[in-house]
């Protein structure tokens, strides 16, 4: 949250930050990003934070049991340059200066807080990772609370996108949503799992974006037109039934 909140307010300052970080780290990369990572866990600034965003293992966070920043560096890069960095927070703040809120409050309260007038986009922990044992991942929510704020939105007639399921070849991670609530389902091949090339293998993982007819309705798409206006590169399937006539 500090560290949205430096990018769309204060550009300069963190992507000063961020460039004395990445000059200073010059011939001892992996001693550096262990002592910025260190660093964070104590201080929490937002510049170590973008540091390690840049250099660790596929950018994903991850944090021990105490709440501390765990994720091991890509030894591979040294993080993205100072310049295009600098562009790319640049380019952030400007989009987002003076139309964004940031918050950190249960979801539950989010969407109190939302009205037909606005568009949800909902990617909660999945269920097939965050009710696991696995410590990178942060707890799953509530199902049936989930489902029950799932339908006060589609009552109040608001419209949303959720990411929530998926599936890594034939095996299913989580439970799809009800046929009943209404909403519509697509499939997008989000390429080879690296965990089963890693094992020798070469599964496909495939991820759920969830619909609701109200944001279709809007959008005046039918489930057809939906698939055949994609901009998804890789194929992309609708599945049905999801909608109960």
């Known amino acids: 949250m500090d560290l949205w909140h430096e990018i769309i307010h204060n550009p300069e300052r963190i992507s000063s930050g961020y460039e004395k970080l990445w000059n200073e780290q010059k011939g001892k990369e992996r001693e550096f990003y262990d002592f910025v990572r ?75 807080s939302v009205s037909g007038m606005h568009l949800v986009y909902m990617d909660p922990p999945y269920q ?50 009800p046929a009943e609530m209404g909403l519509y389902r697509i499939e997008i091949e989000a390429g080879r799992s690296t965990q089963s090339t890693l094992l020798g293998g070469n599964d496909i993982t495939y991820e759920s974006i969830y619909l609701s007819r109200e944001l279709l309705a809007r959008l005046g798409l039918s489930p057809d037109e939906l698939v055949s206006k994609s901009t998804v590169s890789k194929p992309t399937q609708l599945l049905l039934p999801m909608m109960d006539n």
């Open 38 to 112: 260190d660093q964070f866990n104590k201080t929490k600034r937002p510049d170590y934070l973008l540091y390690l965003l840049a250099r660790c293992v596929k950018a994903s966070i991850r944090y021990n049991s105490k709440g501390e920043f765990n994720q091991s560096p890509d030894n591979r890069r040294k993080g993205r340059h100072p310049e295009k960095m600098r562009i790319d927070i640049f380019a952030a703040s400007n989009l987002l200066g003076g139309r964004t809120i940031i918050t950190s409050k249960d979801y539950r309260e989010v969407l109190k």
């Open 128 to 177: 097939g990772i965050s009710n696991s044992k696995d410590p990178r991942y942060y707890t799953g929510i509530d199902f049936k609370e989930f489902l029950h704020q799932l339908e006060s939105l589609i009552d109040r007639r608001i419209p949303f996108l959720l990411s929530y399921d998926g599936r890594k070849g034939q095996k299913i991670y989580g439970i799809e949503l």
